[in-house]
T-cell receptor
Framework: DVKVTQSSRYLVKRTGEKVFLECVQDMDHENMFWYRQDPGLGLRLIYFSYDVKMKEKGDIPEGYSVSREKKERFSLILESASTNQTSMYLC????????????FGPGTRLTVT | GNSVTQMEGPVTLSEEAFLTINCTYTATGYPSLFWYVQYPGEGLQLLLKATKADDKGSNKGFEATYRKETTSFHLEKGSVQVSDSAVYFCALSNTGFQKLVFGTGTRLLVSP
């Protein structure tokens, strides 16, 4: 079974802190994605990566950056956390030719106070 | 642009009832359509898909038919179980890289 793991299920940070969310997949997938999930808004794509060291902006990249130094790991970085970044963050991965068939981690619920 | 509209939830049903969750889309060209499901405390997982008009996707008793004339992809199940309680997301993919565009999700609650 494909396994996508996220470093924390729950995280509480203060405004202005630098926050790292880590995601690891064990299926040698080329593509990796970061979404945020908010009530009434569904899932919105923040960033994605289709190869090591490659990254592309999604629909809402402002206030976020990403890092992919190894194929299995994709990190989301909040340079200076703000309260409007309180959300559920979901990581996903997929094979190169089937980007639509994404495998999701359980999510990290981040609260910024 | 591309977008997906789902019915508001929650949808509350008794066990063995018939389920319909409506989904309509706006897209240029010929998108592929998907239903994902999120069980409590878990990540999303692909439930079924349809890649061209009139295709029917099916899995675990759920079905959805790609209707180009009505731009719809409604999810149906003949007899729901308590274990089907989850949030259901309709999604489309319409770019070269096949990024997904998700609807807002519909929560289904099934009582015994």
């Amino acid at each position: 079974d494909v396994k996508v793991t996220q470093s924390s299920r729950y995280l509480v940070k203060r405004t202005g802190e630098k926050v790292f969310l880590e995601c690891v997949q064990d299926m040698d997938h080329e593509n990796m994605f970061w979404y945020r999930q908010d009530p009434g808004l569904g899932l919105r794509l923040i960033y994605f990566s289709y190869d090591v060291k490659m990254k592309e902006k999604g629909d809402i990249p402002e206030g976020y950056s990403v890092s992919r130094e190894k194929k299995e790991r994709f990190s989301l970085i909040l340079e200076s956390a703000s309260t409007n970044q309180t959300s559920m963050y979901l990581c996903a991965s997929s094979w190169g030719d089937r980007a639509y068939e994404q495998y999701f981690g359980p999510g990290t619920r981040l609260t910024v106070t | 642009g591309n977008s997906v509209t789902q019915m508001e939830g929650p949808v509350t049903l008794s066990e063995e009832a018939f389920l319909t969750i409506n989904c309509t889309y706006t897209a240029t060209g010929y998108p592929s359509l998907f239903w994902y499901v999120q069980y409590p405390g878990e990540g999303l997982q692909l439930l079924l898909k349809a890649t061209k008009a009139d295709d029917k996707g099916s899995n675990k008793g759920f079905e959805a038919t790609y209707r180009k004339e009505t731009t719809s992809f409604h999810l149906e199940k003949g007899s729901v179980q308590v274990s089907d309680s989850a949030v259901y997301f309709c999604a489309l993919s319409n770019t070269g890289f096949q990024k997904l565009v998700f609807g807002t999700g519909t929560r289904l609650l099934v009582s015994p």
